[in-house]
């Protein structure tokens, strides 16, 4: 993904901006105000695919995924791990994230790849150690996840997706105390135990939530570190801009572009078009946060912006679970990469973005 996507968003909110996609059979929203209608109306914009008419396979059972239901079924799946992601749980990690962040990059090398050698590595270990996975297990979570989010696309899903489902059961044949696992693994919905299947699935998704973001944020905020050298100098000088500049940066190149799985639960006209009962709606945050309707000099980073409404997260009942937690691994990721490089500058011969239209990051990030 390069830079010319965002002006095909500015090209589509103002000439259609919620228009019919016949390569992906998806109504495409891209102006701010729809995309809050979209995500704040899920009576109307259901998560359900069982709107369309279809149930994709892998979801065998309620469950399986929380971010496939709608309330009050999502309430009740999302409520069983929910404690351990409130801003007041994740604060108690900070000094062990710390620990994390300070060991990782204190090992990175000047020449190597910012990416594989600490964005992924920071957010892997901290959510594998939130769920108790074992070291040697953490780069197959990495994988299996990557294929699962569409990063990777050879032919080896079948067979890490077995291998984890196996791991994932031995972890939780295990799990008998008062920890996320512990708590997942004895789980119900609708007063029946969960499913080996569904706290697999419940577990794909917190593993998936918890690196993918993270790690493209973190690379994201390099990014804009090279493109604004006196940004740099302010940060270092001001830490009290620390949280400005991620939340700028989260509008401003949005980990997550767009979201591929809202479904029409009733027929609604949206912006002037019909959309009809079972319609597949696509919204593309991205787009929405860059709209000049919603931001001042949406095209320009401004690391004192006043007004950040971003949707980055999402917003409304399927607001990212784990939002709290990659604000506080970016807050102090920040303070060490500043520490780590003197003067940051993207070596963009070398650096490679990722070449999936849902994610923007890199996929590989080398510095000058």
């Known amino acids: 993904m390069t830079q010319d996507i965002f002006s095909y968003y500015s090209k589509m909110r103002c000439e259609d901006p919620v228009s019919f996609n016949r390569e992906s059979g998806s109504w495409d929203v891209f102006d701010y ?3 809050y209608y979209v995500l704040m109306h899920n009576e109307i914009f259901s998560s359900d695919p069982s709107y369309s008419g279809r149930v994709p396979d892998g979801r065998r059972g309620p469950g399986a995924s929380f971010i496939t239901i709608d309330n009050p079924d999502h309430k009740e799946l999302r409520n069983i791990s929910a404690p351990f992601f409130l801003p007041s749980s994740i604060e108690k990690y900070s000094e062990h994230i710390k620990k994390i962040s300070s060991g990782i990059i204190s090992s990175l090398k000047p020449d190597q790849d910012f990416i ?27 994988t299996w996840s990557d294929y699962i989010i569409g990063n990777r696309r050879d032919g080896g899903f079948d067979q890490i997706n077995r291998y984890m489902y196996a791991k994932m059961s031995e972890i939780f044949s295990d799990k008998q105390g008062d920890d996320i696992m512990s708590v997942i693994n004895r789980g119900s919905f609708k007063s029946a135990p969960l499913s080996n299947e569904q706290k697999i699935g419940y577990v794909m998704l917190l593993v998936i939530g918890g690196n993918e973001t993270t790690t493209n944020l973190l690379g994201n905020m390099v990014k804009v570190l090279s493109e604004n050298p006196g940004i740099q100098e302010l940060l270092r000088e001001n830490r009290e801009y620390y949280k400005n500049f991620i939340e700028e940066t989260l509008r401003y190149y949005s980990p997550i572009q767009f979201l ?66 990659a604000r506080l691994e970016a807050e102090i990721g920040l303070g060490d ?20 239209p849902m994610v923007y990051g890199f996929s590989e990030l080398y510095l000058e």
């Open 33 to 35: 105000e729809d995309v």
């Open 260 to 325: 591929p799985h809202r479904f029409a639960a009733e027929n609604h006209v949206l912006h002037g078009r019909q959309i009809k009962k079972g319609d597949k709606v696509s919204i593309w945050l991205g787009s929405a946060n860059r709209d000049e309707k919603a931001f001042d000099n949406p095209e320009e980073f401004m690391i004192n912006r006043r007004k950040n409404n971003h949707l980055a997260f999402g917003m409304g009942v399927h607001m990212c679970l784990g939002a709290p937690l």
């Open 337 to 356: 990469i500043l520490g780590k490089f003197d003067s940051i500058k993207v070596n963009r011969k070398k650096s490679k973005m990722l070449d999936n």
């Open 116 to 142: 594989s050698g600490y964005a992924v590595g920071l957010p892997v270990n901290v959510i594998s150690d939130l769920l108790g996975v074992p070291e040697s297990e953490r780069q197959m979570f990495k």
